[in-house]
T-cell receptor, first 113, second 114 residues
C-alpha cells in the first residue's frame, strides 16, 4: 500500500508567477485536502476535494485553486504568487469527508522570491 | 482569529519524564480532537484522537485528557523517550459542519534529552 506522495518536493518561484503542485492519494482514499504550513506554524486548511468536486474551503483567495482527478489524485494551483505564499504545502488523503484520520504527504516546499 | 490555542511553544523533558501539552478551543461546535506528530521533513501523522463523549483516552504511553466545560484538552506522554522528539499539533474539527476543515494549533516542539 503506497502512501500519499507529493511533487515536487522543493521549488523556487518569483513573485507573480504561477505554480502547480501535485498529490497522489493513498490507495482506497477518495478525499483529498490541501493545507498550507508556514514556518513555525500549524497547517492551515486551504480546501478539500471529494469525488472531483471542491466541498470545503478555508480563508484563501480565489487565486488558490485545485482539481481532483478520477483516480483521486489532485493538483493545487496558485496564481499571481506573493512572497507570503512561501510555505510547505501539505496534501492529505482520507476515506471520508468528515472527521477521521488524515494521511499526510511529506509536502512541497515553495519559496517565492 | 486563532480558534485553537496551544501551549507551550517548546518543551524540554528528560528521558523517562512526563511531557504535557495543552490546548484550548473556542468553537463549541468542535467535536473531534486529534493530536498529530510531525518529524522534521515529514508530514504530520495522527497520534491519538478523542471525541467529547469521553474525558480521557489512552493509547500506550500517550493519553488525551478532555475537559468539555473548560473547552480544554491536553496530551500527556508518559516515560518520554528521545524518539518522541518532534513537533506536536493539537487540532479540532466540527464534524457536522460543511467545511470539513481541521483547525490546528501552532505546535509544540518537544525535545527529550537522553
Amino acid at each position: 500500500e503506497t502512501g500519499v506522495t507529493q511533487s515536487p518536493t522543493h521549488l523556487i518561484k518569483t513573485r507573480g508567477q504561477q505554480v502547480t503542485l501535485r498529490c497522489s492519494s493513498q490507495s482506497g482514499h477518495n478525499t483529498v485536502s490541501w493545507y498550507q504550513q508556514a514556518l513555525g506554524q500549524g497547517p492551515q486548511f486551504i480546501f478539500q476535494y471529494y469525488r472531483e468536486e471542491e466541498n470545503g474551503r478555508g480563508n484563501f483567495p480565489p487565486r488558490f485553486s485545485g482539481l481532483q482527478f478520477p483516480n483521486y489524485s489532485s493538483e493545487l494551483n496558485v496564481n499571481a504568487l506573493e512572497l507570503d505564499d512561501s510555505a510547505l504545502y501539505l496534501c492529505a488523503s482520507s476515506w471520508t469527508q468528515g472527521a477521521g484520520e488524515l494521511f499526510f504527504g511529506e509536502g512541497s516546499r515553495l519559496t517565492v522570491l | 482569529q486563532q480558534q485553537v490555542k496551544q501551549s507551550p511553544q517548546s518543551l524540554i523533558v528528560q528521558k523517562g519524564g512526563i511531557s504535557i501539552i495543552n490546548c484550548a478551543y473556542e468553537n463549541t461546535a468542535f467535536d473531534y480532537f486529534p493530536w498529530y506528530q510531525q518529524f522534521p521533513g515529514k508530514g504530520p501523522a495522527l497520534l491519538i484522537a478523542i471525541r467529547p463523549d469521553v474525558s480521557e483516552k489512552k493509547e500506550g504511553r500517550f493519553t488525551i485528557s478532555f475537559n468539555k466545560s473548560a473547552k480544554q484538552f491536553s496530551l500527556h506522554i508518559m516515560d518520554s523517550q528521545p524518539g518522541d522528539s518532534a513537533t506536536y499539533f493539537c487540532a479540532a474539527q466540527d464534524s457536522g459542519g460543511s467545511n470539513y476543515k481541521l483547525t490546528f494549533g501552532k505546535g509544540t516542539l518537544l525535545t527529550v534529552n537522553p
